[in-house]
């Protein structure tokens, strides 16, 4: 695999680390060959004395679509070595016990463990930000989008209360989160702004500079400095309940896939990318 088609590339500029999901092609859709190559990204810039801060982007017009779940690249049913935790190998497992496995380890074990990276991580948003790539954006510590970029979690419409790792009710108050998962709608940079939920909002040429420039400041405060304030910061969120309520809530989200393996053809209440995207066409454009 040449680095043009690993699904995430790596480069520094200065002291910050810039990670950049590379499949354009398909919105940056995260398959588990993605998440892996993210985890040794992330390893690798907390383990370099020259990062201080890290970005992380999309490469093309998308920051991510979500995770995988159509594209040719699609690796469900493939093993890799376990990292977030304990959890066996999700792969050849019976019903709930391989999606259990599964989510624990990909999703909202790996997301865990981004969150604690205990270097600065700003995620650098434009275009999609939608279901799991969410949560790729909030594990970051802030966000900063161009006003072309857009939010949403749709999967309300498969019957389940929203994507594995549930950060909603934190990051943008019970109430928003509420409307952002029952209309299941595209909330642009503006309202996700006034909602609090990202930091800065700028014209899409001045993204990455922007970003930088931010990044580049921080980069000056001194290391242990910003590792402790980020902790400092992550425990308050934790004593707002965050990381119980997300666990709490991860029950209920594997109670909605095997409701829907039970009642019908799979998981997902029969839903995949193509059919999201028309219910989404029909909710918008009604008698189109
Ligand atoms: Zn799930």
């Excluded at 066996?88 to 019903?95: F, I, L, T, Y």
């Excluded at 998962?181 to 899409?204: H, K, T």
């Excluded at 922007?210 to 400092?232: E, N």
């Amino acid at each position: 695999m040449t680095s043009n088609d690993a699904p995430v590339r790596y480069e520094t500029q200065g002291n910050v680390a810039i990670v950049t999901m590379n499949r354009p092609q398909y919105r940056n859709a995260q398959n588990s060959a993605m998440t892996y190559a993210l985890d040794d990204a992330f390893y690798r810039a907390a383990d370099d004395d020259e990062v201080a801060v890290l970005v992380l982007r999309g490469e093309g017009k998308h920051f991510s679509a979500g995770h995988d779940i159509g594209s040719p690249g699609r690796d469900i049913d493939t093993s890799f070595p376990r990292r977030a935790g304990l959890w066996w190998d999700h792969v050849g497992r019976p019903g709930a016990e391989s999606r259990y496995a599964r989510e624990s380890e990909v999703y909202l074990g790996m997301c865990r463990r981004w969150r604690e990276l205990p270097k600065p991580m700003i995620a650098q948003v434009q275009g999609a930000c939608i279901a799991g790539g969410l949560m790729l954006a909030w594990v970051c510590d802030f966000i900063v989008a161009a006003e072309d970029a857009f939010f949403a979690d749709p999967v309300v419409r498969m019957g389940i209360p929203g994507v594995e790792y549930f950060a909603h009710p934190w990051v943008m108050g019970p109430r928003q989160a509420k409307e952002f998962l029952y209309l299941g709608e595209r909330v642009d940079a503006q309202r996700a702004l006034s909602w609090g939920m990202v930091n800065r909002v700028v014209p899409a040429e001045d993204l990455a500079e922007h970003t930088l420039s931010m990044a580049q400041r921080i980069a000056a405060m001194p290391r242990m400095g910003l590792a402790l304030t980020k902790k400092a910061i992550n425990q308050a969120e934790d004593l707002m309940g965050m990381t119980a309520g997300m666990d709490s809530v991860f029950g209920l989200h594997h109670l909605a896939h095997a409701h829907n393996a039970e009642v019908g053809s799979d998981s997902l209440a029969g839903q995949d990318a193509r059919s999201m995207r028309e219910a989404r066409r029909a909710a918008e454009e009604p008698g189109r």
